[in-house]
């Protein structure tokens, strides 16, 4: 009888953890950012694919330029949490868009910027597996003192989640000279690496070039990225907080996309820094799945 009953025992946890979601393996954060215009529950889905391969971390895109609603984000946010939490997936949560109308990263209106977090920070204060990034690549002109603002409205609700601040731009270059917000808990500095325009948009380069530039070639060098990565990894060693590249990506049609996209999370991951790629099944230009040899690397990084 003791027999049967240890070896029912030892069946049922061999059951319990057959149906538990799997954490990642690995340390260091690293995932991919969701195409949140899709219905939620294909969201779901897509986060529980992503997970699988090996992510641990997922960005989701707020977009009040197609949808104003508030209450409409929160809830398609409140639904794909519940997923990350289940699967121990952090979810950034990011304004993609914060204005309605505007197709961009513009805050036309800083009072609604702030009350918008406040309703995101009442939402889920007590969640578990959430950070809060103020705002994608922005351009207000007073962008600090508005991302103050926003922060601590959110602190005043939430003391403990991660808030993501990222300078002005979509580039490395701030990271030299750039500083977290003064008298804010829990920060994380993010980069975005929309450096290299020329090797990253082809064939669909914002000048129109539509020469190939090689991945590697002259300035474009492993070493080029060193250089351009050490400078991120350098922030948060002087900051004393995580580094994120929030953004990456390139074109799924450049004939180096595996390649760069090798190079650069083995570069992040050997620095510490967090990883984002852009994007997961949001448009064909970025749908590496599309693109076998970018994927394989792809999917080979997030399994380390």
């Not at 209450?71 to 309605?100: G, I, M, Q, Y």
């Not at 990253?200 to 129109?208: N, R």
């Not at 992040?268 to 990883?275: D, E, G, P, S």
């Amino acid at each position: 009888m003791l027999r049967y009953l240890t070896k029912l025992a030892s069946a049922l946890l061999t059951a319990a953890f057959a149906l538990a979601p799997m954490p990642a393996a690995h340390a260091q954060s690293q995932g991919m950012m969701l195409a949140t215009l899709n219905p939620t529950p294909v969201i779901q889905q897509d986060v529980a694919r992503l997970h699988t391969l090996g992510a641990d971390m997922v960005r989701f895109p707020v977009y009040f330029s197609y949808e104003p609603s508030v209450t409409v984000w929160l809830d398609k946010a409140d639904a794909v949490l519940a997923t990350c939490e289940s699967r121990n997936v952090t979810c950034v949560v990011d304004f993609h868009h914060p204005t309605p109308g505007h197709f961009n990263s513009d805050i036309v209106d800083v009072n609604d910027f702030v009350a918008k977090w406040q309703a995101f920070a009442q939402r889920f204060q007590s969640r578990t597996r959430i950070w809060y990034d103020l705002c994608n690549e922005p351009n207000h002109p007073q962008w600090r003192s508005v991302a103050l603002q926003a922060a601590q409205a959110i602190r005043a609700i939430d003391p403990v989640h991660k808030i993501v601040f990222a300078p002005r731009g979509t580039t490395t270059a701030p990271a030299t000279t750039f500083n977290p917000l003064a008298g804010i808990t829990n920060q994380v500095l993010e980069f975005h690496f929309y450096n290299w325009t020329d090797v990253q948009f082809h064939p669909y380069s914002p000048a129109g070039d539509t020469q190939v530039t090689a991945y590697p070639s002259p300035g474009r060098t492993g070493a080029d990225l060193d250089a351009l990565l050490n400078a991120v990894r350098d922030a948060g060693l002087r900051t004393g907080l995580p580094v994120l590249i929030g953004e990456v990506a390139i074109s799924r049609e450049h004939p180096n996309a595996g390649r760069f996209l090798r190079d650069f999370a083995a570069k992040c991951r050997a620095r510490n820094i967090k990883l984002i790629l852009h994007a997961y099944r949001e448009a064909d230009i970025w749908n590496y799945e599309l693109n076998p040899n970018a994927w394989t690397q792809i999917t080979n990084w997030l399994a380390l």
